[in-house]
């Protein structure tokens, strides 16, 4: 009776331990079932990031490019400390970082983890380091967390782009830099100044690739009919009008002058006179937009475009083209200069002077003659004479005359943060015609005083003289949409300003400019510079025109941002002896690189 009781007592034990067991199991089944469980992920997801447009230079140099760039990361627990050198020696090699920096990071790490060792590697170096990851694991660099039993091994993933300038300098201010911020994890840049700016949107139109499907056990992905494939698609690439050697020779010849100079900023500018295709638009003030540094912050800016000054006597052929299309001067016709006194020896009387309202203006030039003829006003560049014709305009003929030329409203050209310079208002021209006297604001502004105007307002307005009374829109990226030139002066107008800046070169201030085999005209601006409201003992030095030969007509343009005008080297501050020389520095470099060809 015992022994049977306790085999009963045995076998209920054994019931009991085998109904806990199916409970806990149940109930561990039931847990796991009804809870989220961390598993690897049956679909992987690859992505191939795409890239922002490339900027290319008409003869197909690639001024700014963005690559791809990848982190390479470890975790400093799994690194096997007797092969620590190795792999620091094995991943300098591969990642072109040295050897010293690598340590030094490993090194002084506070607390063994996760460790970025680089997150600027390129693209054909994250290829190599890859393959470099696979050869550590064979050489067991790595050991196996043992809490987790897992292999942390090298690391190598994309983090976004970057962008590079392989020129460094070349085409600023105008190509402009960049930003970076990060968007859904992942570097990425966008334009800030510049061509950057301007043509953002296109050059950031991208499509990431994508790879998504089910997964092997290597995790490597099965495509079949349930895969999804995006194809990558980079940025738009935009093309220049602007060839890079032109510009770099251009660049290089400013940097020589502004320090012959003493200047602040030197500008030039070619534009073709029939279309508006810029070839050129150059500054002595560039920099490396990779490397932007505190001093370059004032650099910046496309002062072609972005900078108001008063022009000065560039801006008389307009008034003076303005009142022969109206009529208001004949060729023959002559003016009083208001000379004063007895000829001095070389036969020149004293400079001029006419009161305007409260105001005296006067000549720079001794004339040898009493009575000047619109030849004389134009090479010698007569404000008397000038202010006189221009006073014949209506305000209405004036103020739209100029408005027709381009000034105080943007050109269109195809960069950011245009300024429209400044002109008087139309009821301000008014003043004093029912009485016949001289307008102090038609006056000053038909000479370029009183009124502003920026760089490119004054070649777009230039280019009207060479191309039969016609002005084009500068542009910069290439389009097949141009704008066509529009008709605001007679062919007959046009042609006898271009003659007049042509008889400027050969015998007026313009002289250092010719060169024989060449058609060119041009004129000459020197103006004082303003700044807090007051007139500077600081010079705006100009030169505006053209040179053509029997194929090609270009409209160029200079402006030397105050030049010397102290000391032995006074009169740098002339644009005779400034903007003149560097106009024709230009010229001989568009002839070396035959751009132009000598008529022989």
Same mark, same amino acid.
């Given at each position: 009776m015992y022994k049977k009781n306790k085999k009963n007592k045995k076998i209920f034990w054994i019931i009991l331990g085998i109904a806990i067991f199916l409970f806990l199991l149940i109930g561990k089944v039931s847990y796991t079932m009804t809870v989220q469980r961390k598993v690897p992920s049956l679909i992987r997801v690859n992505q191939n990031l795409a890239v922002r447009g490339n900027i290319y230079s008409s003869d197909n140099f690639k001024i700014a490019r963005s690559i791809k760039i990848f982190q390479a990361s470890i975790n400093t627990k799994s690194l096997d400390p007797k092969k620590k050198e190795l792999f620091i020696k094995l991943f300098s090699i591969y990642s072109h970082i040295p050897e010293n920096k690598i340590r030094k990071r490993i090194n002084n790490q506070k607390r063994k983890g996760y460790l970025v060792l680089s997150h600027r590697i390129d693209q054909r170096s994250a290829k190599d380091i890859k393959e470099l990851a696979v050869k550590l694991r064979s050489l067991s660099v790595f050991k196996r967390d043992d809490t987790r039993n897992i292999l942390y091994g090298l690391d190598i993933?994309?983090?976004?782009?970057?962008?590079?300038?392989?020129?460094?300098?070349?085409?600023?201010?105008?190509?402009?830099?960049?930003?970076?911020?990060?968007?859904?994890?992942?570097?990425?840049?966008?334009?800030?100044?510049?061509?950057?700016?301007?043509?953002?949107?296109?050059?950031?139109?991208?499509?990431?690739?994508?790879?998504?499907?089910?997964?092997d056990i290597r995790n490597y992905i099965i495509f079949n009919k349930n895969s999804e494939i995006i194809q990558r698609e980079d940025g738009k690439d935009i093309h220049l009008t602007i060839p890079l050697r032109l510009q770099k020779n251009i660049e290089l010849m400013l940097d020589r002058y502004k320090k012959k100079l003493g200047a602040y900023e030197i500008i030039a500018s070619v534009m073709d006179s029939r279309t508006g295709k810029v070839l050129s638009l150059a500054s002595s003030n560039r920099y490396d937009p990779t490397r932007l540094k505190p001093t370059d912050i004032q650099h910046t800016n496309v002062n072609a475009i972005e900078y108001n000054f008063e022009p000065g006597s560039v801006i008389k052929p307009i008034s003076l083209a303005l009142a022969i299309e109206k009529n208001k001067i004949?060729?023959?016709?002559?003016?009083?200069?208001?000379?004063?006194?007895?000829?001095?020896?070389?036969?020149? /009387?004293?400079?001029? &002077?006419?009161?305007?309202?409260?105001?005296?203006? @006067?000549? !720079?030039?001794?004339?040898? +003659?009493?009575?000047?003829?619109?030849?004389?006003?134009?090479?010698?560049?007569?404000?008397?004479?000038?202010?006189?014709?221009?006073?014949?305009?209506?305000?209405?003929?004036? /103020?739209?005359?100029? &408005?027709?030329?381009?000034?105080?409203?943007?050109? @269109?050209? !195809?960069?950011?943060?245009? +300024?429209?310079?400044?002109?008087?208002?139309?009821?301000?021209?008014?003043a004093g015609e029912d009485k016949g006297t001289l307008n102090i604001f038609k006056t000053t502004d038909s000479y370029g005083q009183g009124m502003t105007s920026t760089f490119i307002q004054v070649l777009k307005a230039y280019s009207t003289f060479n191309n039969n009374g016609k002005i084009v829109t500068p542009y910069i990226v290439k389009k097949n949409n141009l704008k066509p030139p529009k008709q605001i002066i007679s062919q007959r107008t046009a042609n006898k300003i271009k003659k007049l800046l042509i008889k400027t070169?050969?015998?007026?201030?313009?002289t250092k400019a010719k060169i024989e085999g060449l058609e060119v005209g041009g004129k000459t601006g020197t103006a004082n510079i303003v700044e807090k409201g007051r007139y500077q003992r600081k010079y705006m030095s100009s030169f505006f025109g053209f040179v053509n030969d029997k194929q090609n007509r270009y409209?160029?343009?200079?402006?030397?941002?105050?030049?010397?005008?102290?000391?032995?080297?006074?009169?740098?501050?002339?644009?005779?002896?400034?903007?003149?020389?560097v106009f024709k520095e230009v010229t001989k470099i568009l002839l070396k690189l035959n751009y132009l060809k000598l008529d022989k």
């Open positions: 993933h994309e983090i976004g782009e970057q962008r590079q300038y392989p020129y460094k300098d070349a085409l600023t201010p105008v190509i402009g830099f960049m930003r970076t911020n990060n968007n859904s994890g992942k570097q990425r840049v966008n334009g800030i100044k510049g061509l950057e700016k301007e043509f953002n949107e296109e050059l950031n139109d991208m499509t990431n690739g994508i790879l998504k499907g089910e997964r004949d060729d023959n016709e002559l003016l009083f200069a208001y000379n004063k006194g007895k000829k001095n020896s070389k036969g020149e /009387y004293r400079k001029g &002077k006419i009161k305007v309202g409260r105001w005296r203006i @006067g000549d !720079d030039h001794n004339f040898k +003659k009493n009575y000047i003829n619109l030849e004389d006003i134009f090479i010698y560049s007569s404000n008397i004479g000038t202010a006189t014709i221009a006073n014949r305009l209506s305000a209405e003929e004036f /103020y739209y005359g100029f &408005k027709d030329f381009g000034l105080s409203i943007p050109t @269109g050209i !195809d960069l950011p943060y245009e +300024k429209r310079g400044l002109i008087h208002k139309i009821y301000q021209y008014r070169v050969q015998q007026g201030t313009g409209t160029i343009g200079i402006t030397v941002n105050d030049p010397i005008s102290r000391g032995k080297y006074w009169y740098y501050y002339y644009a005779s002896h400034s903007a003149v020389p």
